[in-house]
């Protein structure tokens, strides 16, 4: 993956098993990218696309949010397959972990567009064509639907708008990144619309899978 991206797990000090606690601070802290990177895909990424910034967190903010949508020509047909195309937003938070503070501070370094796991609300997956394909149909759109018409992906799927929330620390000196790529083979093809970057002072708690993360469609 593009620097400062890795796609092992970094939970419970780089060992994994432990998703959104005890972050290394380098790897992925929600482990949701090691076994879709490495084991269903095999490490096979094409056509990637990415970039990233820098922003100092303002004071009294503890999160952002973004809106996006996800289009792709991989829908239906490669639902549950290695070609897989991934969607993922990235964060560097290099605030120092501060346990014995008052709420303790656990900076969060790793995946920000993971989605709850439909069989385990405690666990997170990668944001791929198989993890929307309930949201595709129903909420999103799909096959011959107007919204559809002159996008490209007529017969395939786009998502409805979500939004991603990610926790961080005030005065934070963050990185932010978004990296798109086609997982196993560079044919069809994903795309995604990103919107609406704005600070949220409240934040969210990356451990609580339902609080950061993406926000699927109402």
């Known amino acids: 993956m593009p620097a400062p991206m890795v796609a092992k797990n970094g939970s419970n000090g780089g060992l994994g098993g432990t998703p959104f ?3 290394d601070g380098i790897n992925d802290c929600s482990d949701t990218l090691q076994h879709q990177w490495f084991d269903i895909a095999t490490a096979n990424p094409n056509d990637k696309l990415w970039f990233t910034f820098k922003a100092k967190v303002p004071a009294g903010t503890f999160g952002y949010t973004f809106d996006f949508v996800f289009c792709s020509g991989e829908w239906p047909d490669f639902v549950d397959t290695q070609f897989n195309d991934l969607l993922v937003a990235w964060q ?7 346990p014995n503070a008052m709420p303790p501070v656990e900076p969060y370094t790793g995946n920000v567009t993971f989605i709850p796991d439909p069989n385990d609300q405690t666990k997170g997956l990668p944001l791929t064509i198989t993890a929307l394909d309930p949201y595709y149909v129903g909420p999103g759109y799909t096959y011959a639907e107007p919204q559809l018409q002159g996008t490209g992906f007529e017969q395939h799927a786009c998502s409805d708008w979500f939004t991603a929330k ?7 000196d ?3 990144g978004f990296f798109i790529t086609d997982m196993g083979d560079s044919n069809y093809t994903s795309t995604a619309l990103l919107d609406n970057f704005r600070w949220d002072c409240e934040g969210c708690v990356p451990s609580e899978v339902d609080d950061c993360g993406v926000m699927p469609p109402m």
Request: charged letters at 15%; hydrophobic letters at 30%; aromatic letters at 0%.
């Open 21 to 23: 606690k005890g972050c």
């Open 92 to 98: 560097v938070d290099p605030t120092p972990a501060d």
């Open 166 to 172: 990610g926790g961080v620390q005030p005065g934070a």
């Open 174 to 176: 963050l990185t932010i």
